[in-house]
C-alpha cells in the first residue's frame, strides 16, 4: 500500500478510490433493482431456442382476426393465458423505452354490463353532440354487442395509449401509437399460439364519440391526452372452425433501390 501511495499522486488515489467506490456503489444498486425489473430481463442465450423462419411466417399468416360470433359460448381463458397475452404484449418495440401501451382487461357479465351501461349512459348525456343516424347506430351495435359478449367473449383488453409514459422522453403521438398497435399485434400473435383461442381488434367506431370523450378516459383510468384505441376481445373457438383471409402479393407494395452489384 505504502508502494502505491509512494507510486501515485494524492489526487489519482483520490481518483482511484472514488471510482472504486462508485463501481461498487453501482454493483449494489445493479444487485438490488427490484425483483420485477430483474425477472422481465430478456437473456434468450442462443437463436437457437427460437423458432424456425418457417414457424415465424406460418404463426405470422396463421393469425386470425376472429369475430364474438364466432367465438364459442361459455370458453373462457385462464388466468395463465391472459398473464401470457399481456406479456406478449409488454415486449412491443417502443422509441426510448417509453412502453406506451396500457390495457384495461374486462371479463365476467357484470364488467361487461358495466362497460355497456356507461356507454349508454354516455350517449344518452351527449345526444345533442351527436347526429340522430349516429345515436342510432350505436344503440343497434350496442344491443348486438351486449346480447352476444357475455355469453360468447372471454375477455376484452381495451387497448389505451399512454401520452408521454416517461415525462423526460418526449415522443410524436404518432410513434406511441404505433408502439401500442405493436403491443396489440404481438398479443394476437400470442392469442394465435394458443390453441382453440381466438379474438379481434374492434376501433370501436361505432361508439367513437365515447370512445374519444374524457370521461370514458377517466372511467378507464387514463387522463385527457391519452388515447383509447379501442379494445380486443377474445375468447374461445370451437375445433374445426377455419377462418380465411387474403392478401395481394407483397411485391405489389415494395419498391426496390437496390444497387444490384453489392448484393
Ligand atoms: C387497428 C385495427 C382496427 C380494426 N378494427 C376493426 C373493427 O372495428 N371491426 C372489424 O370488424 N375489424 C377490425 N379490424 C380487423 C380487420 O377487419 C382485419 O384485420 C382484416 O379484416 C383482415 O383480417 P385478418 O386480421 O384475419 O387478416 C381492425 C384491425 C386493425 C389492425
Not at 94 to 104: A, D, E, G, K, M
Not at 138 to 153: E, R, V
Not at 154 to 176: G, T
Not at 212 to 236: I, N
Request: hydrophobic letters at 35%; glycine letters at 6%; charged letters at 25%.
Amino acid at each position: 500500500m505504502s508502494e502505491i501511495i509512494q507510486d501515485k499522486s494524492f489526487s489519482e488515489l483520490l481518483n482511484l478510490i472514488l471510482l472504486s467506490t462508485i463501481a461498487v456503489l453501482l454493483g449494489y444498486i445493479w444487485n438490488n433493482r427490484p425483483k420485477e425489473e430483474k425477472e422481465n430481463l430478456l437473456n434468450i442465450e442462443s437463436k437457437d431456442d427460437l423458432p424456425s423462419q418457417e414457424s415465424v411466417l406460418n404463426l405470422i399468416k396463421a393469425r386470425r382476426s376472429i369475430m364474438p360470433k364466432d367465438l364459442s359460448p361459455g370458453g373462457k381463458l385462464s388466468e395463465a393465458e391472459v398473464e401470457y397475452l399481456m406479456e406478449c404484449a409488454n415486449w412491443a418495440p417502443t422509441h426510448h423505452n417509453t412502453q406506451p401501451w396500457r390495457y384495461v382487461v374486462i371479463a365476467g357479465t357484470n364488467n361487461i354490463i358495466d362497460y355497456f351501461d356507461f356507454l349508454e349512459d354516455w350517449y344518452r348525456d351527449h345526444r345533442e353532440e351527436v347526429t340522430a343516424g349516429d345515436l342510432e347506430k350505436f344503440t343497434a351495435k350496442a344491443d348486438a354487442l351486449k346480447s352476444i359478449l357475455p355469453t360468447n367473449m372471454s375477455h376484452m383488453f381495451v387497448i389505451c395509449m399512454k401520452r408521454q409514459a416517461l415525462p423526460d422522453k418526449l415522443l410524436p403521438e404518432w410513434e406511441e401509437i404505433c408502439a401500442t398497435a405493436c403491443s396489440v399485434q404481438n398479443l394476437h400473435l400470442g392469442l394465435t399460439g394458443l390453441k382453440g383461442c381466438g379474438g379481434f381488434w374492434s376501433s370501436h367506431t361505432w361508439c367513437k364519440h365515447a370512445r374519444d370523450s374524457v370521461q370514458f378516459k377517466e372511467f378507464l383510468g387514463l387522463g385527457p391526452e391519452d388515447r383509447v384505441l379501442g379494445a380486443f376481445m377474445c375468447g374461445k373457438v370451437g375445433s374445426g372452425k377455419s377462418f380465411k383471409s387474403t392478401r395481394s402479393h407483397w411485391s405489389k407494395k415494395v419498391t426496390f433501390r437496390v444497387d444490384e452489384n453489392e448484393n
